[in-house]
Each structure stands twice: as C-alpha cells, then as structure tokens.
C-alpha cells in the first residue's frame, strides 16, 4: 500500500509554477476573448454607420427614380398630347390641301372653257378682219381703176384743173 500511496502522491502533487502558469494562461485567453469582441463590436459599429450611409445613398436614388419616373410619364403624356395635335394639325392640312386641289381644278377647268370660247371669238373676229381687209383691198383696187363715183369725182376734179 504504501507504493500506491507514494504514487498516488507523485501524481497528486505538482509543480508549484502548473498553478501560475495555467491561471496567466485563463487570463491571456480572457484577454484575447475580449480584444476579439471589442474589435467585433468597433467592427459591428463601423458596419451600421456605413450601412447607414448606404441606406441614405440607396433612398437617394429611390427618390431620384421615383422623379425620373415621374418625370418620363409627363414627357410620354406630353409626347401623345403632341401627336394628337401632329395628327390634327395634319389632317387640317390634307383637308385645306384637298379644297384647293378641288378649286385650282375647277378653277384651270374655267381657265380651258375660256380659252376655248376666247379661240371661237378669235377665229370670228380673225374671218371678219379678213373678210373685212378683202373689201377694203377690194374698194381701193376699184378706186386705183376709178371704175366707181370716186373715180368720176377724181376726173372731174383732175380735168378742171388742167
């Protein structure tokens, strides 16, 4: 009995630096524990201020779609506003261009009647000039010949005188 007395106290007793050292060891553990935590939570805050700034940014450019949304529904209202007012305005001007069409037609239509009638009053007035030039042609060639009064009147005339 007495060996396993002696070994029981062999392995019951230790070395007196086991204590020591295995409490600075807990303590070092403890102290890294909470370094780790307390960069965790300086990295924890960091993180919520940035994504706080993120948040921001990310409203920002809600709102700025919402505007530019907005803003791309006006430009398209005014845009089918203006084709509207494109159509009409178009549609004025086929009508304003179909009653000319229709005046100037009638209006050339005119034009040919006249020339036409002016053509008939030309080739009547043109036969009664020539008739007209044939008679006078006609008077002065019987005048040159003194066959008529004239010529009686001219003998007379020319005989007193010599």
Excluded at 90 to 101: D, K, L, P
Aim: glycine content about 8%; some cysteine; hydrophobic content about 50%.
């Amino acid at each position: 009995m007495a060996a396993h007395t002696l070994a029981l106290l062999q392995v019951a007793a230790q070395p007196a630096w086991v204590g020591p050292t295995v409490a600075i060891s807990l303590a070092l553990i403890a102290l890294s524990i909470l370094g780790i935590c307390a960069a965790l939570a300086v990295a924890a805050l960091r993180l919520a201020s940035e994504i706080k700034k993120v948040t921001g940014v990310v409203a920002g450019l809600q709102d700025d779609t919402g505007q530019a949304l907005k803003a791309v529904r006006r430009l398209t209202e005014q845009a089918q506003d203006l084709m509207v007012v494109v159509r009409n305005e178009a549609g004025a001007f086929a009508q304003t261009s179909r009653r000319v069409r229709r005046k100037l037609v009638r209006g050339v239509d005119r034009v040919e009647e006249r020339l036409t009638d002016l053509e008939t009053l030309y080739d009547l007035v043109h036969g009664e000039v020539e008739d007209a030039a044939l008679d006078v042609a006609a008077t002065l060639r019987s005048v040159r010949r003194g066959n008529g009064m004239l010529g009686r009147v001219r003998r007379m005339l020319v005989a007193g005188r010599s």
